[in-house]
């Protein structure tokens, strides 16, 4: 080791020659694995090319099939209805059988606003009368709930629609005086002098003789049998134009348009007696109305974002219950489908009315809510998250509530009318009064293009997932739009038969699954799995070719790519 031979030239050649072989081998080794790690970005670059190809592809693919439907859509018309069949005469009319439609008549072939003036008061609606409407009745005679309608025949009506009407209707033919909403004021109110309405009128349209025609959806009386068989045949003819839900599943969904239309008559009473010179609202309802709008465009996605919101907005609907800014009370159970039957000692409002103006704010909060779903969510559903916390926050609030439950009716009857295929109504796109039946909204004497149509939709469905589907386990407060509610409508959708599923059916269908999935399994368990199963998977396969099919199985691809939730 310590020979003179060890630093000879001859030991460092050896020396340098094993390091330079050592280098020249970890050098190759370098450039393999760097030559390896080239070959596996290209591979991925070529498959992120493929896929952004096969993307491009299907969103061609889709537009050429929208084009298509476009065109097809504008090559079609409308069939013109059938010639009425001439009357067959029979030898006893008054036996005949009524007839009783199921559906409503279409706008082709019927009218129904004829059809609503038959239960409805013959005198002419102004601003002054349907301020009055809001008033207290004083009648004779008041129909129970549960009472059975008697028809000409003297025969208990066979609609369980009519018989079993929420709240008590006045009937009696006598003379009816109402108060205005804003009518002979206390000692304390600040409104002026009273107002009457004209004899035969009652919140709900009017009082009607029990022999006066009945609506669509109830018993006709008896009639002869050539007017039955044109009414069965006019009906016959838009039969397909508007189903109806089914009343076991929506037991709500008239009662909610007559709650819609009580709501037009608050706000209309509200904003005209506030305008009035010397009216302690004068400029207060507005600036209220505007923060409340103001406040619901300032909302923001994260925990916690909203609470300066929040904290406005109940600031505004506290000072129309503590008498900052008083207001005539008006009676509750007209805002509300079922009116509560006992009264507990820890419910806040116990009475049987309720300040106008906190209904009315109520009214425009919930406007709001719906706005936001329809700007916001259509093209952005996670937006709709934070709308439905705050949503939530409100009607849960045990001190909105009335005699213990929540006033979530003002919402789901705005949304009954807004988006009615939610509430298991289903109509044919190609008639107007199929359109109609399923919120198409109009511009003019035109309805709206398609694709606006459907960005409505589809934020009203991301919203309607977003406040039935909250999770109130970790809360002493009751979710004032349970999950029981998103159910029957995923179940109304998919339940639709092939030929009368619509593009706003399946629009509505994916919006309402899309970005919820996680929730609606956190409440159904399994049973959540497979109805996303036969949503994603077997319903579509029965439905036409169209983009809102395909949107259906682009859904079922993100929740098996993102979530790795395998429905096929």
Known sequence: MFTDSRNSELSHRDALEQAKAEHDRVRER??????????????????????????????????????????????????????????????????????????????????????????SSTATTTPSTIASTLGKPTTESTTLVGEPVTTTAGKPANNPGLVAKPFGTTTSAATTVQKSLFGTPSASSPFGSAATKPAGTSPFGGAASATTTASPFGAKPAQPAAATTAATTVNGASANAIIEADPVFFPHNKRYLEIHKKLKELRKAVETASSQPGSPLKGKVGDMRREIRKSMGQLTEGAGANKIQLAKIRGVLKSSLDGTHQSPPVDVKDYVAEAPQTVSDTDVHKGDQMPSLFLYLLNIFSKSVISQFINECGANPKAADPIGVLFSQIFSDKDYHW???????????????????????????????????????????????????????????????????????????????????????????????????????????????????????????????AALRVALIEFPKNVAKSPSREALAVVADRLLKDEGLKLA
Not at 69 to 79: H, I, M, Q, V, Y
Not at 457 to 484: C, E, H, V, W
């Open 30 to 119: 370098a450039l393999r694995v760097f030559e390896m790690h080239e070959l596996e970005v290209e591979r991925l670059r070529i498959v992120k090319a493929q896929e952004d190809e096969q993307e491009r592809l299907k969103r061609e693919t889709a537009v050429l099939a929208e084009k298509q439907r476009l065109e097809a859509l504008k090559a079609e018309k409308a069939p013109p209805p059938p010639p009425l069949p001439k009357p067959a005469p029979v030898a006893a009319p008054a036996t005949a059988p009524a007839s009783t439609p199921t559906t409503i008549p279409s706008a082709d072939t019927a009218k129904p606003v004829e059809t609503v003036k038959a239960v």
């Open 403 to 529: 005699r213990g439950r929540s006033l979530a009716d003002i919402m789901l009857a705005k949304l009954r009318v807004t988006c009615p295929v939610l509430f298991g109504i289903r109509g044919n796109e190609r008639i107007p009064a199929g359109r109609e039946a399923i919120g198409w909204r109009r511009d003019g004497p035109d309805f709206i293009p398609e694709q606006a149509h459907w960005n409505r939709m589809a934020g009203l469905g991301a919203g309607f997932g977003a406040i039935t589907l909250r999770d109130f386990s970790k809360t002493t407060r009751a979710t004032p739009t349970p999950p029981t509610m998103y159910w029957a409508t995923l179940a109304a959708l998919v339940n639709t038969p092939v030929e009368q599923v619509s593009a706003t059916q399946l629009v509505v269908l994916k919006s309402i699954i899309d970005g919820h999935t996680s929730r609606f399994l956190l409440f159904y368990g399994s049973a959540g799995l």
